[in-house]
């Protein structure tokens, strides 16, 4: 089955604790992106990655970091999270130009 | 700069009776246009998307949307609710040449009434 896979889906942590999230997906997508979603704000994108080894900063992507080593997996790695990076995250994948496939999401908790 | 504003945060219809979502982009060239559904606690499925083929674009469920350059405007329709629409719908803009990059509207939440 085509789908982009996200671990863990649930979250709660402290402060300044470093964490990852996991992005995977199986549809030899080049793109992957990774998203925040916070009430009344829409989805707004961290970073992106059109290829390996090819990343590039979206609209919100101050305290975050991303990794494409593998074209299938694009972790997010938050290195000292803060309570304003409570939200919950979407990894999505596509081909070049076409729709994304949107995984499950984590729902991340900063105490 | 490329945004897209939906003008309404909430819409609510009746079973049965039209919906109109509206969405308003702004973008330099021509974009890539989708909407995106998010049923609550779920994550997002795409309805339809407008790539400089028709304008007047069909998608998934009995939605659909034109796309009308000279107003920047891509207003989502349906001619009759249904109550399982209940749900979050986003417009989102892919600028031209920059295929990776997605822009969010702020979401519209549709409520439809037994």
């Known amino acids: 089955e085509a789908q982009v896979t996200q671990n863990p889906r649930y979250l709660i942590t402290v402060t300044g604790k470093k964490l990852t999230v996991t992005c995977s997906q199986n549809?030899?997508?080049?793109?992957m992106s990774w998203y925040r979603q916070d009430p009344g704000l829409g989805l707004r994108q961290i970073y992106y990655s059109m290829n390996v080894e090819v990343t590039d900063k979206g609209d919100v992507p101050e305290g975050y970091k991303v990794s494409r080593k593998e074209k299938r997996n694009f972790p997010l790695i938050l290195e000292s999270p803060s309570p304003n990076q409570t939200s919950l995250y979407f990894c999505?994948?596509?081909?070049?130009?076409?729709?994304?496939?949107f995984g499950p999401g984590t729902r991340l908790t900063v105490l | 700069a490329q945004s897209v504003t939906q003008l309404d945060s909430h819409v609510s219809v009746s079973e049965g009776t039209p919906v109109l979502l509206r969405c308003n982009y702004s973008s330099s060239y021509s974009p890539s246009l989708f909407w995106y559904v998010q049923h609550p606690n779920k994550g997002l499925q795409l309805l339809l998307k407008?790539?400089?083929?028709a304008t007047l674009v069909k998608g998934i469920n009995g939605f659909e949307a034109e796309f009308k350059k000279s107003e920047t405007s891509f207003h989502l329709t349906k001619p009759s609710a249904h109550m399982s629409d209940a749900a979050e719908y986003f417009c989102v803009v892919s600028p031209w040449g920059q295929g990776g990059k997605l822009i969010f509207g702020q979401g519209t939440e549709l409520s439809v009434k037994p």
């Open positions: 549809m030899n997508h080049e793109y």
């Open positions: 999505a994948s596509s081909a070049p130009y076409n729709e994304q496939f």
């Open positions: 407008y790539t400089s083929a």
